[in-house]
Protein backbone atom coordinates (compact mmCIF):
# COMPACT_ATOMS: atom_id res chain seq x y z
CA UNK A 1 0.00 0.00 0.00
CA UNK A 2 1.08 3.44 -0.42
CA UNK A 3 1.48 5.92 2.14
CA UNK A 4 -1.59 7.83 1.05
CA UNK A 5 -3.43 4.56 0.86
CA UNK A 6 -2.37 3.92 4.57
CA UNK A 7 -3.48 7.53 6.18
CA UNK A 8 -6.68 6.61 4.20
CA UNK A 9 -7.84 3.43 6.21
CA UNK A 10 -10.03 4.11 8.32
CA UNK A 11 -11.87 6.59 6.50
CA UNK A 12 -15.52 6.01 5.59
CA UNK A 13 -15.71 4.46 2.41
CA UNK A 14 -12.65 4.32 1.57
CA UNK A 15 -11.55 1.05 0.11
CA UNK A 16 -8.69 -0.90 -1.62
CA UNK A 17 -10.92 -3.19 -3.44
CA UNK A 18 -13.64 -3.50 -6.09
CA UNK A 19 -16.36 -4.86 -3.85
CA UNK A 20 -15.26 -3.07 -0.54
CA UNK A 21 -18.04 -1.11 1.05
CA UNK A 22 -14.95 0.53 3.12
CA UNK A 23 -17.19 0.53 6.68
CA UNK A 24 -15.11 -2.66 7.70
CA UNK A 25 -11.63 -1.31 8.57
CA UNK A 26 -13.70 1.89 10.12
CA UNK A 27 -15.47 0.13 12.18
CA UNK A 28 -11.74 -1.63 13.43
CA UNK A 29 -10.22 2.02 14.05
CA UNK A 30 -13.12 3.09 16.03
CA UNK A 31 -13.20 0.05 17.92
CA UNK A 32 -9.93 0.39 18.94
CA UNK A 33 -9.95 3.82 19.30
CA UNK A 34 -12.68 3.26 21.70
CA UNK A 35 -11.01 1.26 24.33
CA UNK A 36 -7.51 3.68 23.86
CA UNK A 37 -5.87 0.95 21.71
CA UNK A 38 -3.70 1.48 18.36
CA UNK A 39 -3.36 0.05 15.03
CA UNK A 40 -0.11 0.68 13.57
CA UNK A 41 0.19 -0.46 9.97
CA UNK A 42 3.64 -0.90 7.78
CA UNK A 43 3.60 -1.77 3.97
CA UNK A 44 6.12 -2.19 1.52
CA UNK A 45 4.78 -1.22 -2.04
CA UNK A 46 3.95 -4.55 -3.92
CA UNK A 47 5.03 -6.52 -0.96
CA UNK A 48 2.84 -6.82 1.50
CA UNK A 49 1.37 -5.25 4.61
CA UNK A 50 1.35 -5.53 8.49
CA UNK A 51 -1.26 -4.41 10.94
CA UNK A 52 -0.24 -4.14 14.89
CA UNK A 53 -2.97 -3.93 17.33
CA UNK A 54 -2.55 -2.50 20.18
CA UNK A 55 -4.65 -3.28 22.97
CA UNK A 56 -4.13 -1.87 26.40
CA UNK A 57 -4.69 -4.60 29.35
CA UNK A 58 -7.27 -3.50 32.50
CA UNK A 59 -6.43 -4.31 35.65
CA UNK A 60 -9.51 -6.57 37.23
CA UNK A 61 -9.95 -3.81 39.67
CA UNK A 62 -11.48 -1.61 37.03
CA UNK A 63 -14.34 -4.19 36.53
CA UNK A 64 -17.91 -2.87 38.20
Known sequence: MSREE???LG???YST????TGLGMMVTYRTIQNIHGR????SELGKGTCFSILIPS???GAYH
Request: charged residues 25%; glycine residues 12%; hydrophobic residues 35%.
Open 6 to 8: INR
Open 11 to 13: TPF
Open 17 to 20: RGKG
Open 39 to 42: IDVT
Open 58 to 60: IHA
